[in-house]
T-cell receptor, first 112, second 114 residues
Framework: DAMVIQNPRYQVTQFGKPVTLSCSQT?????MYWYQQKSSQAPKLLFH???????NEADTPDNFQSRRPNTSFCFLDIRSPGLGDAAMYLC???????????FGPGTRLLVL | AQSVTQPDIHITVSEGASLELRCNYS??????LFWYVQSPGQGLQLLLK??????LVQGIKGFEAEFKRSQSSFNLRKPSVHWSDAAEYFC????????????FGTGTRLKVLA
């Protein structure tokens, strides 16, 4: 089945230690998104790629970076995680901007 | 600016009872409208979507939603709730031009009593 896959499902890191979260998709969609979701809150868009074009949200901290080496994969890099970065990180894809977004299962990040 | 309001933070219903979750939006034109469900520790699953056409939209798991332009609403309904429907429900508005971003509501947490 075509799908959005996120690895790992759970990630524990130390304060200030860089961490990378992975997302892959078999839908061949043009757009890939990264959201941050804290407990009992709505998902918050961090950035998205439309093909190779990177689009950063204005309020996304510089601590968060992303890479999309090819259509199928997208990575979220957190350069120096702080305690406030502990959250669920959701990857989503859509065929084109504005079209239906399909979400992966998420990666829960814990910062010690 | 776009906005989405889900007035009910928590809703509790008995199993077998009917359900309606409210969603109101603010947008300059007819937006794309979505309902997603999220079980604890999971990602978001698409229940249904509205782009245009018939204002009553059928989704998965027995859910439906009705787009009412005059009320700027897109309420989610289910005639008979099952215990497995307990989850968080998010309404989202998608811009049809410009940034094409989703705006999510704050979510409604559904509890189902046996």
């Amino acid at each position: 089945d075509a799908m959005v896959i996120q690895n790992p499902r759970y990630q524990v890191t130390q304060f200030g230690k860089p961490v990378t979260l992975s997302c892959s998709q078999t839908l061949n969609h043009n757009v890939m998104y990264w959201y941050q979701q804290k407990s009992s809150q709505a998902p918050k868009l961090l950035f998205h790629y439309y093909d190779k074009d990177f689009n950063n949200e204005a309020d996304t901290p510089d601590n968060f970076q992303s890479r999309r080496p090819n259509t199928s994969f997208c990575f979220l890099d957190i350069r120096s995680p702080g305690l406030g970065d502990a959250a669920m990180y959701l990857c989503a894809t859509s065929r084109d901007p504005g079209k239906t977004q399909y979400f992966g299962p998420g990666t829960r990040l814990l910062v010690l | 600016a776009q906005s989405v309001t889900q007035p009910d933070i928590h809703i509790t219903v008995s199993e077998g009872a009917s359900l309606e979750l409210r969603c109101n939006y603010s947008y300059g034109a007819t937006p794309y409208l979505f309902w997603y469900v999220q079980s604890p520790g999971q990602g978001l699953q698409l229940l249904l979507k509205y782009f245009s056409g018939d204002t009553l939209v059928q989704g998965i798991k027995g859910f439906e939603a009705e787009f009412k332009r005059s009320q700027s609403s897109f309420n989610l309904r289910k005639p008979s709730v099952h215990w497995s429907d307990a989850a968080e429900y998010f309404c989202a508005v998608g811009a049809t031009s410009g940034t094409y971003k989703y705006i999510f509501g704050t979510g409604t947490r559904l509890k189902v009593l046996a």
